[in-house]
């Protein structure tokens, strides 16, 4: 029987640029040196808060294990009649002065956060107490955000400024009006839809763009999860593959869909080589690239540093989208994703070594949510290649470069196939421990030595081989998608 899932608030964020539509009391330079003095403020705010929140941690995990009760005291008792939220919120009024007392919250709110899910890790000593550097996103709350519509045009208007630094300036209200740009229709439809109320538009952050030399705008808006009938217990399992960069297969089922790796490392080796030659070529760059010395001289290397992030933000973009159609045409409730964290250091494998695995899982995440789908990226890698998935059998010999033949049952798949429907097992982490525990195997498995490579003029073939006959058969569209 089909469940549905309730309909619930999802919560998105739109990027714009903002062209300052100018007032007579501040010129576009005093605004840009106003916002760049609350940048300063806001750093110096969060790095003490950051010192504070350790402090203030560390005191009471001590007053816990001092009382016995095993609950942490109140926060009156480790502050001295204070709450976390309260100190900083003072700390934040003295330290940012110029802003508004709500947005003197948002900022609270964004660093309690961060801090919050960074603690546990802090004290344990697996990461370090956080530091924030130039440039802070400056806090909006809703509240201090109006949109409207003019001639066609779109236009923000946003309070920045706390009642002092109003006067200080000669503002009446202090609301600092913007024209909307946007370069993607569906952007601009996305304010249209909160000035509609079938939106509605929640806190923001401005945030500074060098490459463009202004001011962007992150808000997020809301709105009412689709209900596309999915099964919440139907799975898509999304995985590293060996023959392809990303493979995606449906529980139980022939569906599956693929990333071709050869469009990413053509494109990945065309601009390698483009910024490897203007490298070289900036040591004898002639006199009118060396008058501003060493950044004048790295303009064009850095254009191309650009040219790779968009492209490879573009294609993440593209990809996770075709991942969550795909999950949401099989009615995929839940879509789990391998995890392969700190895997770039260690792997050979082109489309990771150069590819932010990370940024495409965190751009799945984010549209599945809007579809409802639940996402679990924590997916164990360990074994869900060499498993297979028809009889549970464990083993490096099944796997035979491109096809997945089973030593136990026999069974014959394609081998990127295999593992996507391992990881489209619910709770295939427990099931792959109790399976090595059956067979003797280590869980989680020991670290191999290096193997050396192949002797030339020997019949050895080395990983090398094998991509490099991998990489030839590449399917040439942008997708793969069978059933």
């Not at 391998?338 to 590819?355: M, P, Q, V, Y």
Request: glycine share 8%; with cysteine.
């Amino acid at each position: 029987m089909t469940k549905t899932k309730k309909e619930e608030k999802m919560v998105q964020t739109t990027r714009f640029g903002l062209l300052y539509d100018k007032t007579p009391q501040l010129s576009y330079d005093e605004l840009k040196s106003e916002l760049r003095t609350i940048q300063r403020n806001i750093r110096q705010f969060k790095n003490n808060a950051a010192t504070q929140f350790f402090d203030y941690m560390s005191k009471r995990e001590a007053m816990k294990a001092e009382m016995g009760t095993g609950k942490y005291p109140p926060d009156e008792d480790v502050l001295d009649g204070l709450k976390i939220s309260n100190l900083f919120y003072k700390m934040a009024t003295e330290t940012i002065p110029e802003i508004q007392t709500g947005n003197a919250s948002a900022a609270v709110a964004s660093v309690l956060s961060r801090f919050n899910t960074d603690y546990k890790d802090v004290l344990k000593g697996t990461k370090s107490l956080a530091s924030f550097k130039r440039d802070q996103p400056i806090n909006i709350s809703g509240d201090a955000i109006k949109l409207y519509a003019d001639g066609g045009k779109l236009y923000i208007i946003i309070s920045i400024f706390s009642t002092a630094k109003r006067q200080a300036l000669g503002f009446k209200n202090g609301q600092i009006k913007f024209e909307i740009w946007h370069k993607s229709k569906a952007g601009c439809d996305i304010v249209r839809k909160c000035l509609s109320g079938e939106y509605s538009h929640g806190s923001a952050m401005l945030i500074y763009n060098k490459n463009k030399g202004m001011w962007d705008c992150n808000l997020t808006y809301k709105f009412d999860a689709k209900d596309n009938s999915l099964i919440p217990d139907r799975i898509c399992g999304i995985d590293i593959g060996f023959l392809f960069p990303v493979y995606a297969a449906v529980g139980g089922s022939h569906e599956r869909l693929y990333i071709p790796g050869n469009e990413i490392d053509k494109h990945r080796r065309t601009v390698e080589a483009l910024r490897r030659g203007f490298s070289q070529s900036r040591k004898f760059a002639g006199e009118g690239s060396v008058g501003h010395g060493y950044k004048k001289r790295m303009e064009p290397v850095n254009d191309i540093k650009d040219k790779i992030a968009k492209f490879r933000n573009n294609k993440n973009h593209v990809y996770s989208k075709r991942f969550v159609e795909f999950a949401v045409k099989n009615r995929c409730g839940i879509i789990q994703i391998r995890d392969l964290s700190g895997i770039t250091e260690k792997t050979k494998e082109a489309f990771l070594k150069n590819w932010s695995y990370d940024d495409l899982k965190r751009d799945i995440k984010y549209k599945a949510k809007a579809q409802g789908i639940i996402v679990d990226d924590k997916i164990k890698p360990y074994y869900t290649s060499q498993r297979c998935f028809k009889c549970g059998y464990i083993s490096e010999d099944n796997m035979n470069k491109r096809d997945f033949v089973c030593q136990s049952c026999g069974h014959k798949e394609h081998v990127d196939y295999n593992a996507a429907q391992n990881v489209a097992t619910k709770d295939i982490d427990l099931i792959i421990e109790r399976e090595c525990e059956i067979q003797g195997i280590p869980y989680p498995p020991e670290k191999k030595k290096k193997k050396e490579r192949g002797v030339a003029g020997t019949d050895a073939e080395t990983e090398e081989d094998v991509d490099e006959d991998i990489e030839e058969e590449f399917v040439d569209e942008d997708f793969g998608e069978a059933s």
